[in-house]
């Protein structure tokens, strides 16, 4: 019965499921684009408050303002689709 669990839980995809306060923290902790990805694919699919668009929107700019940081086209491609 224990592999049948890992073996489900090796086959879903997490970030789906994660809260948006998670996926945000992610996202701003570094160069984590699964997290931005996620958070892009639910700005498309209409599942995110203006409140949400508002902060995520003001993170990837502050990301993308860091200068040490990387730059990511999916930061770019939320702040666009947000607009």
Do not use: Y
């Not at 086959?11 to 923290?25: A, E, F, G, S, T």
């Not at 990301?63 to 689709?81: N, T």
Request: charged share 25%; glycine share 4%.
């Amino acid at each position: 019965m224990c592999f049948v669990g890992i073996w489900i839980a090796r086959r879903i995809d997490w970030q789906h499921v994660k809260p948006v306060w998670l996926l945000q923290r992610e996202a701003a902790s570094g160069p984590t684009s699964p997290a931005v990805i996620e958070l892009l694919r639910r700005l498309e699919s209409g599942s995110l408050s203006r409140q949400q668009i508002e902060s995520i929107s003001n993170d990837a700019l502050n990301a993308q303002a860091d200068p040490v940081k990387p730059w990511l086209d999916e930061w770019g491609a939320f702040v666009e689709e947000a607009h």
